[in-house]
């Protein structure tokens, strides 16, 4: 298991320099519990943990070359790709119609959401999938920033999991963001109430590279698909657009989404 293979060598280069759990946790701003857990390989160390114990710990590399291993670990085996492909992907679009979309989404929220599936997730699996989760939203700040798109369904802005406290938090974030980095980020949200809807079919993430690609990750139950071929894509990226199309605008959108605040 790759997580023992960290917890080894997080073993090793403390050795090395002679520190003590306690000690290794304050040089990388850790308390010495979290420590002591990814040495014993219970948890899963965030990626920025890695690269912060690797140059803390003068691994020299070697933490590092662990990322893809964790990697593997946090996410399911089609997804993990998709993961990868994102940090340096050029556009990133999103139709959502049960859920606020994973790079918007706040801790609580995120964790309301992993505490609700069923069948349950033991508490480990909650915290390693909240934590994955929050590790992807550092692309929305990366350098260049990707552009980011989403529609979301009026009936997510609803869905109060973790309570109407969880639901305000995560409406204000969304506003936030919106306001934030408005250079890059567009969310428009799709009214209930409209006679023509083309997203029937359910959500889908899409994605542009740099190289020109275009790949399209939908779930659905029974197992979920990564699309990559043209005759495909080129088909569900035009129906993204019809949906743009069909939602309000993104200032109307923030308009709605003020409502739902106040109304909590």
């Known amino acids: ?33 979290c420590f002591g857990s990814y040495e014993r ?9 890695l690269k912060d114990a690797d140059n803390g710990l003068d691994a020299r590399g070697a933490l590092v070359a662990c990322i893809e291993m964790m990697e593997e670990e946090k996410y399911a085996p089609l997804f ?62 990366r350098t260049p920033p990707p552009y980011v798109g989403y529609v979301i369904e009026e009936s997510v802005l609803e869905r109060n999991l973790g309570g109407e406290e969880v639901l305000k938090e995560q409406l204000l974030h969304i506003l936030e963001c919106s306001q934030r980095l408005k250079q890059h980020l567009t969310v428009q949200v799709m009214p209930t109430k409209r006679h023509f809807h083309s997203g029937l079919n359910g959500p889908m993430q899409l994605m542009s590279t740099d190289e020109g690609r275009n790949l399209v990750y939908a779930e659905a139950y029974g197992g979920s698909r990564l699309i990559h071929k043209p005759e495909e894509t080129i088909d569900l990226f035009e129906l993204f657009g019809i949906l743009r199309a069909q939602a309000l605008n993104p200032w ?11 109304a909590l």
Do not use: C, D
Request: charged content about 25%.
């Open 1 to 33: 298991m790759g997580r023992r293979l960290v917890g080894e060598l997080l073993r090793i280069q403390r050795g090395r320099l002679g520190l003590t759990q306690k000690e290794a946790g304050e040089l990388l701003l850790v308390s010495e519990s």
């Open 41 to 49: 390989a219970e948890r899963i160390p965030p990626i920025q943990f």
């Open 80 to 141: 993990v790709n998709w993961v990868r492909l994102e940090r340096q992907a050029r556009v990133i679009s999103a139709y959502e119609n049960m859920l606020i979309p994973g790079l918007l989404q706040t801790p609580a929220y995120a964790l309301a959401l992993h505490e609700a599936r069923r069948p349950a997730y033991t508490e480990e699996e909650i915290e390693q999938h909240v934590t994955a989760r929050l590790e992807r939203q550092e692309v929305l700040t």
């Open 252 to 262: 109307e959108s923030a308009g709605l989404i003020e409502q739902k605040v106040g």
